[in-house]
């Protein structure tokens, strides 16, 4: 999968104003300052597609980014931690939640992993409700450039086991640094693959 052109389409506050479902989709999500903007950024080769900011809960709306003019790139809001008031994260809660469960077009869902963290319980959980919705997801692990790469592995690792208590079958696996430009080959082959088996 080759990016060729990449165009923000619009920011929609719930599921009725997003763009006519007639087009493939791949959303991105994560806790809040996992990197998910950068790796949008990196992703796209472009520098400031997705708004990158220091300030956790930047992402308040579902953005969509036509790519090829064939399918759209969807920077959905980060859950768990936000300096934003509690009914204001239920609003994103809901608005996310209606987005993944509702979608017919959305393919798979990119579940963004800080690599520097031991298993965080708020991904275990939202990584849970995927499965139990029956929903397509990939794990992507952010920012391993951040530690050694034995430290990596080894938090990677126990990521795994910890999920492999409750599932029979893992995702898909990936590790991503968008400092040192790693592992979006691997993204993008990825949903080539999806991609392409739409149409098969």
Known sequence: MEIKQVEFVKSSTNLKQCPTA?????????????????????LCNRNKLAKISTRPGKTQLLNHFLVNEAWYLVDLPGYGYAKVSKGQRKIFKG????????RRTLLCTFVLIDSRLSPQQVDLDFIQWMGEKGLPFALVFTKTDKLGKNQVQSNIALFRKTLIKDWEELPPIFLTSAFKKEGRDELLAYIGEVFSALND
């Open 95 to 102: 608005m996310m939640l209606n987005y993944l469960e509702g």
């Open 22 to 42: 007639d087009k493939p989709e791949f959303a991105f999500i994560g806790r809040s300052n996992v990197g998910k903007s950068s790796l949008i950024n990196l």
